[in-house]
């Protein structure tokens, strides 16, 4: 019996790092997972580059870890859905190649687990790096505490809205394996996006939580797919939350949230070269009316929402002081 209590409390990991020809951040990231505070778990690199360097330098400098050279490469949701179907254990993590764990992140999520028999999965915070640089920045915000999600609003809230809170970064998630076979990560809903859709799904078999603990650190660079606004994968995913969550499209958060995606792309725009006449002039014209919707609303929610001010003080101080 004490053996079995052993067991419960320490039930076996599979970390996965999805690696894409990122050799230097690879690095870091599996030096992360090896370091562990926590004894029953596993590392597997599955590279999907398209060069041989990263899985040179595993072989080279983490000669135990076991590597899954994937040739031919495979689409990105692809290649995250393959390693939903791969996973053996009881509890799994797919984790980018270019972000860190902190050495308590596996003792600490699994205790979650433990504590909470009935989730699904487990999300934390993060420390933001920018490049190489650390920040005191937390990933999430003004949160702290646990969150318990039982409802779907209660996750994409954090996404639709101007709330100080946001929501727990998607590579930091530890799941239950067995309450994560059978779900995929679907372009249809909501492209680049598909990940919010793919909580959704993996919330409606029970209940995910939420906890403040900065467990990683979560870096933003140049190649990020999120610092590329995409407005066709934002409506495909709006128009996914629509049909199956319950969201009303003219509802408060959904104009919290155009504005804000509105916004970036708007601010993106200095980088777009047009050279064909008729689409400069469909461009300027779009540009026209996006900015007198952005201006619009930033008058409204200036005069009528409090927490707008707050998350303005966040972005300013988040570029300024950290």
């Not at 990122?22 to 398209?50: G, H, K, L, P, W």
């Not at 492209?191 to 209940?207: I, Y």
């Not at 990683?216 to 128009?239: A, C, K, T, V």
């Not at 804000?260 to 026209?288: F, G, M, N, P």
Request: with cysteine.
């Amino acid at each position: 019996m004490v053996a079995q209590n052993n067991a419960s409390m320490t039930p076996r990991v599979q970390i996965f790092i999805l690696a894409r020809d990122r050799m230097d951040f690879c690095r870091e990231t599996v030096a992360s997972a090896i370091a562990q505070q926590y004894e029953n778990f596993e590392v597997i690199v599955s590279d999907n580059s398209v060069s041989e360097t990263v899985s040179q330098m595993l072989a080279n400098e983490f000669p135990t870890v076991r590597v899954i050279r994937r040739m031919p490469n495979l689409p990105a949701l692809q290649h995250f859905n393959t390693l939903i179907a791969e996973a053996t254990e009881p509890l799994l993590v797919l984790f980018h190649d270019d972000d860190i764990l902190e050495p308590d992140y596996l003792s600490q999520m699994v205790s979650q687990f433990v504590a909470y028999p009935d989730i699904t999965a487990v999300g934390c915070n993060a420390r933001i790096m920018r490049g190489t640089k650390l920040t005191r920045q937390p990933f999430m915000g003004s949160f702290s505490g646990r969150k318990l999600l039982h409802m779907p609003y209660d996750l994409l809230e954090p996404y639709l809205s101007l709330s100080t809170i946001s929501p727990a970064p998607f590579p930091g998630y530890m799941y239950r394996t067995a309450m994560i076979q059978g779900l995929t990560l679907d372009a249809a809903k909501g492209g680049k996006h598909a990940d919010v859709s793919f909580l959704s799904s993996v919330l409606a078999r029970g209940p995910m939580l939420w906890i403040d603990a900065c467990l990683m650190q979560y870096r933003f660079h140049g190649n990020n797919d999120s610092s590329q606004e995409s407005i066709p994968n934002r409506l495909s995913w709006l128009r996914h939350i629509y049909a199956t969550a319950g969201v009303h499209p003219k509802s408060q958060a959904v104009r919290d949230y155009k504005f804000l995606y509105w916004s970036k792309w708007y601010s993106q725009l200095a980088s777009v070269d047009i050279r064909d006449d008729v689409q400069y002039l469909q461009h300027e014209w779009r540009k026209k009316v996006i900015l007198y919707f952005i201006a619009f609303s930033f008058v409204r929610l200036f005069c009528t929402r409090m927490v707008f001010w707050g998350r303005l003080a966040r972005v300013l101080k988040a570029r300024f002081f950290y």
